[in-house]
């Protein structure tokens, strides 16, 4: 029967994954066979799939109404919201570029996405409105408020349901560009990346063709969504939710204390988060007494996991851990290390990202002569799937620098492979700290640190050494109440790593910077020791 996979023996339903080869079919496949089943819960409003699948044909008739044509774009700029996911299944479906923008960004910084984007429509949330405001662009036609908005605001709602109800016309090739998500921008200015539907897609279909238990969806599932929407880790979380016809659960953002009540109290079976989120449950009141029977698997990833605080996570939450390797450029996830080999002692494959999804090519080439390297060499990742990306928006030379001529996409992750094809990373090559004529890479440093009962986070860099170039400095940030003690850290260091690797110094602070995907910014931890220097390697 091709196509069609099932799921799992304990599921009720087969899903034919070939029935959805392009975002906006999701809904309409879902409505055909659970049409009355929530596709949505958003504080306490459910969308069944039959009202999410109408409601995206009219979004797709008002973008055309509204003058939007096929690779257009439009934006989002908001939290979490049920409104976000009409809109963007029927732009979708009307061959509209959706363009999600991190609402954490600086106001400058959301103008230039507007700008690079060449934004028509801007969807605002309600929160966002006075900075949207200040956005002026030559390209934004018109402005609309999500839910209720402000008195004489245009109201998404309004504006949705004033079009017609009929299906648009399929003129959707899978291959068309569907999301664009702009990167971080850690190292310079952030990039569009594009995403078609294959690539967000099939690898997803291809995927479920292959029994692995933690990636399978039964019916009744609910999923949580809680990471912003402008991060592939909250919309692509989202969007495989959706094509495995679960019940999204939708945060307007991550609050703890919100994201733990919902796990017990909506029965939560699945979800992603990101380290920092798992480390900030693992310190709630009352959280190794509530109950997570419902809870099966919990997928982690976008950042470095300390050992100790993936076991701790193990302990209390009960449920099976899968991490999750990839990048905004390749749709999330590439790379995934399964439960089985997650072990509450510890083990060396915890601290790996695992092996290749199905249908992802993984290899480890020299950083400059890009030959092949051996097993447990370091060199840089990269990796060949129907997942990478078709491209920066308008940065050709970027795309073939990022992309080969073979399909290999460089991932910029300093790592290796063992000899049982266990993919492992040592750090970003820009992060790589070089002592003497030794290479630091700061996540094994972190981790080594990470069990000592004072830190709640660190953060390595180099800094300037007159002797050896570069030295190691760990910034730590405390837990509540504990005393700096910079001696115990160290000691703490160096009964677990190499000499040459333990921080010679310890800084401590009370937050640290963040990007607004909420990964640690090391540069600006950096810059203040490198100032005045024309190069930021000594």
Known sequence: MSGV??????SASWIDYDAMPRLGDIPRYHARHRPDQPATRFEGRDTSWAQLDALSDRVAQALRASGCAPGDRIAYLGKGSDEFFELLFGAARAGVVMVPIQWRLATAEICAVLRNAEVRILFVGPDQLARAAECATDTV??????????????RFADWRDAASGEPIADEVDPGDVVLQLYTSGTTGEPKGVMLSHRNLLRGRSEAMTVPMPWNEWLEGDVNLVALPLGHIGGVGWAIVGYFNGATSIVHREFVPAQVLATI???GVTKMFLVPTALQM?????????AD??????MLYGASPIALDLLRE???VFGCGFAQQYGMTETCGTIVYLPPEDHDPA???RMRGAGIPMPGVEIRVVHPTERTMLGPREVGEVETRSVANMVGYWKLPDTTAETVDGDGWLRTGDAGYLDQDGYLYICDRFKDMICTGAENVYPAEVESAIYGH??????AVIGVPHPKWGEEVKAVVVLRPGAEPDAASIIDHARARIAGFKVPKSVDFVDLMPRTPSGKIMRRALRDPYWAGRDRGVN
């Open 292 to 297: 997570f029977s419902r809870l099966r698997y």
């Open 346 to 348: 510890g083990n060396e």
């Open 313 to 315: 996570a193990t302990e």
């Open 453 to 458: 009962p004072a830190v709640q986070e660190v």
């Open 281 to 289: 449950l693992l310190m709630l009141p009352g959280v190794r007494e």
């Open 141 to 154: 036609r018109q402005t609309i408020a999500m839910e209720e908005g402000a008195q004489g605001q245009l």
């Open 5 to 10: 996979t099932l799921a799992s023996e304990a």
């Open 264 to 266: 017990v109290e909506a």
